[in-house]
C-alpha cells in the first residue's frame, strides 16, 4: 500500500534526517529503490517526473506497478509514490491514476498564480489523503528545457506558500539538477536559515541531490531539510555498470544477451547509489 509523503516527512523533520525520493524509470528502478529501503528499513519516496510516466505509457501504469511491486515483494517500510515537477494538468492526472503524492511545481508563474493554484490542489489533496509539495524560486540546472543558475528563494514568498496548507515546500537555495559546474559556489545556507525560520515546522525539500557534496547535505539536513531528491545519480549508476558489461564483452558470451543478465550490473549499481544515500541522509532504521 503508498502512503502519503506527509508522516514520514514529519518524523525526519524531528529525527533530523532526510528520506530519499528517487526518480523511477521503469521496473528495473522501481524494484531496485523499494528492495533497498526493505533491506535498509528505511522508508522511502519513490518520484516519477512528467516524462518518465509518458515514457512508461502513462502515469496509471506506474502507480500499478508500485503497488503491485509493494505486495509482491512483501513490502512493509513506507513508501510513497510522488509525481515530480508537475504541471497541473500533470497533478490531476496522478491524483486520478493513484499517486500518494505530488508536486505541482508553480515556481515559473508569478507568485500570485503560484499560490491561487497550490491553494486548488491543497483542497484536493486534503480531500483525497495525499501529501503536497510546492516550489518557490525556481531550481537550477535543466528543468523543463530551461538551464537556470540556481536561484534563492524569497523566504517571505516560502511562508505565504506554506501558510496554503502545502506538506512539504522546495525552495531554491542555490540547487542545480543534474551535475554541478565546476564554479559552483555551493548552497545558500544563508538562504535555507532564512526560509526555516520563516516556515517553522514545514518539511523543506532539496532538489537535485546529485554531486552535493557530503557535508553541505548534512548541514541542509540540520537546517530542516528533510526529503532530497535524486534522480541523475542513479542514471549515472546504471549507465556506468552497463557501459562495463557491454564494453567487457559479457553480453556476448553465453546467454549474455538475456535482459535479465544485461540489466542486472546497472540494477545492483542503482541498489548501491540508494543504498549510499539512505546512509548519509540517515533514514537507514527509520521505517
Ligand atoms: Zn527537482
Known amino acids: 500500500m503508498l502512503v502519503p509523503a506527509t508522516e514520514m516527512l514529519k518524523k525526519a523533520k524531528a529525527g533530523h534526517y532526510a528520506v530519499g525520493h528517487f526518480n523511477t524509470n521503469n521496473l528495473e528502478w522501481t524494484k531496485a529503490i523499494l528492495q533497498t529501503a526493505q533491506e535498509l528499513n528505511s522508508p522511502v519516496i519513490i518520484g516519477c517526473s512528467e516524462g518518465a510516466g509518458k515514457y512508461m505509457t502513462g502515469f496509471k501504469v506506474v ?19 510522488h509525481l515530480d515537477h508537475g504541471t ?100 545558500s545556507f544563508e538562504t535555507l536559515a532564512a526560509v526555516s525560520e520563516k516556515v517553522g515546522e514545514m518539511p523543506l525539500v532539496l532538489h537535485g541531490g546529485t554531486g552535493i557534496p557530503e557535508d553541505m547535505i548534512k548541514k541542509a539536513i540540520s537546517l530542516g531539510v528533510c526529503k532530497i531528491n535524486v534522480n541523475t545519480e542513479c542514471q549515472l549508476s546504471f549507465a556506468e555498470a552497463t557501459r562495463k558489461y557491454i564494453e567487457a564483452g559479457k553480453d556476448q558470451q553465453g546467454k549474455g544477451f538475456d535482459p535479465r543478465k544485461l540489466l542486472a550490473p546497472g540494477f545492483e549499481a542503482i541498489k548501491a547509489t540508494v543504498k549510499e544515500k539512505m546512509e548519509l541522509f540517515g533514514s537507514v532504521g527509520k521505517a
Open 63 to 81: 502507480a500499478d506497478m508500485v503497488k503491485a511491486m509493494i505486495e509482491e515483494m512483501n513490502i512493509t517500510v513506507p513508501v510513497a509514490l
Open 88 to 187: 497541473y494538468d500533470g497533478c490531476m492526472k496522478c491524483i486520478e491514476a493513484g499517486f500518494s503524492s505530488i508536486m505541482f511545481d508553480g515556481s515559473h508563474y508569478p507568485i500570485e498564480e503560484n499560490i491561487a493554484k497550490t491553494k486548488e490542489l491543497v483542497k484536493i489533496c486534503a480531500e483525497k489523503g495525499m501529501s503536497l509539495e510546492a516550489e518557490v524560486g525556481a531550481i537550477g540546472g535543466e528543468e523543463d528545457g530551461v538551464i537556470g543558475k540556481g536561484e534563492c528563494a524569497d523566504p517571505d514568498e516560502c511562508k505565504m506558500i506554506a501558510d496554503l496548507g502545502v506538506d512539504m515546500l522546495a525552495a531554491g537555495i542555490g540547487n542545480i539538477h543534474g551535475k554541478y559546474p565546476a564554479d559552483w559556489p555551493g548552497l
